[in-house]
């Protein structure tokens, strides 16, 4: 399996533009994660999904952040408009209930860089 | 709420020393502990867990021990190499969740 993979893995952008990073996770996984870390805050769950249905999305910071999964094999996070202080690197993760206990595989993250 | 609290970093040592990072938890019932471990530029993965008190979870020469009395799972390896260079993460879980509460990390940064 090629693992969780994320895309793309270096996004710069400019104030005020939309954002979108993708995510497709482990094939037969259905719990999916999204993450972001930063120097400052460390590492925040954002929102996660469990069979395509959004669980918990206490963690998205504000309305300008959107999260989707259409379908098992793909997900996005969205940020519009995006703002310097949404630069961090996003992590998508997969995990699934018939696999080892509670064990999370994260991509490689998307560094996102907003000016 | 659950949270996890790891000892502050960053953490420097030389090749070849005792390497302990101090994790203790906060939670009710009987979570899952997991230690996870970021390679520089990468995700996170699994290094090691241990799902009951008083289970040793192992791995890479790391070993961490479920100490419910202590609440305190840390991290040890009796002989660190360069490669073992990392943001570390202690972290747990509630029985039958998937979700992960997380640690603040700790740097770890070993000299030749």
């Known amino acids: 399996d090629a693992g969780v993979i994320q895309s793309p893995r270096h996004e710069v952008t400019e104030m005020g533009q939309e954002v979108t990073l993708r995510c497709k996770p482990i094939s037969g996984h259905d719990y999916l994660f999204w993450y972001r870390q930063t120097m400052m805050r460390g590492l925040e769950l954002l929102i996660y999904?469990?069979?395509?249905?959004?669980?918990?999305d206490s963690g998205m910071p504000e309305d300008r952040f959107s999260a989707k999964m259409p379908n098992a094999s793909f997900s996005t996070l969205k940020i519009q408009p995006s703002e310097p202080r949404d630069s961090a690197v996003y992590f998508c993760a997969s995990s699934s209930l018939r696999g080892s206990y509670n064990e999370q595989f994260f991509g490689p993250g998307t560094r996102l860089t907003v000016l | 709420g659950d949270s996890v609290t790891q000892m502050e970093g960053p953490v420097t040592l030389s090749e070849e020393a005792f390497l302990t990072i101090n994790c203790t938890y906060t939670?009710?019932?009987?979570?899952?502990l997991f230690w996870y471990v970021q390679y520089p530029g990468e995700g996170l993965q699994l290094l090691l867990k241990a799902t009951k008190a008083d289970d040793k979870g192992s791995n890479k020469g790391f070993e961490a021990t479920y100490r419910k009395e202590t609440t305190s799972f840390h991290l040890e390896k009796g002989s660190v190499q360069v490669s073992d260079s990392a943001v570390y993460f202690c972290?747990?879980?509630?029985?039958?969740?998937?979700?992960?509460?997380f640690g603040q990390g700790t740097r770890l940064t070993i000299n030749p």
């Open positions: 939670a009710t019932g009987y979570p899952s």
């Open positions: 972290a747990l879980s509630k029985k039958g969740a998937q979700k992960l509460v």
């Open positions: 999904f469990n069979n395509n249905v959004p669980i918990d």
